[in-house]
């Protein structure tokens, strides 16, 4: 048996498996940094898709009446979209304060 007190001692010792430890915590380090900024981009995105929508609705207004069925349909479609969307939204920025059940 080895006498502990009288082997060498390193203290720069890394155990083999340190550098997987350190890539691990990086890969983690990323994810959570790419997860925080997910609500600030949909919001982005939504807020486009909601200026979209306001422009459809500006078209729609001046189209036929043959052409104002369909599109109506269409802009209701998008509306409600938009609408479950932003809910989500909110659930994601106040996980707290709402929630799944209300939205669905």
């Known amino acids: 048996?080895?006498?502990?007190?009288?082997?060498?001692?390193?203290p720069i010792y890394l155990p083999p498996y340190t550098p997987n430890i350190i890539k691990g915590c990086?890969?983690?380090y990323?994810?959570?940094?790419?997860?925080q900024n997910v609500p600030k981009t949909c919001s982005e995105e939504l807020?486009?898709?909601w200026a979209m929508l306001a422009e459809l609705q500006v078209h729609v207004s001046r189209v036929e009446d043959k052409e104002m069925?369909?599109?109506s349909v269409s802009l209701q479609n998008n509306k409600t979209?938009?609408?479950?969307?932003d809910?989500?939204?909110t659930v994601s920025q106040y996980p707290?304060?709402?929630?799944?059940?209300?939205?669905l």
Do not use: H, W
């Open 1 to 10: 048996m080895m006498d502990l007190r009288k082997a060498p001692v390193n």
């Open 26 to 28: 990086i890969k983690g």
């Open 30 to 35: 990323n994810f959570f940094q790419d997860t």
């Open 47 to 49: 807020d486009a898709a």
């Open 69 to 71: 069925a369909l599109l």
């Open 81 to 85: 979209t938009l609408d479950k969307l």
């Open 87 to 89: 809910s989500i939204l």
């Open 96 to 103: 707290s304060q709402v929630s799944i059940q209300d939205i």
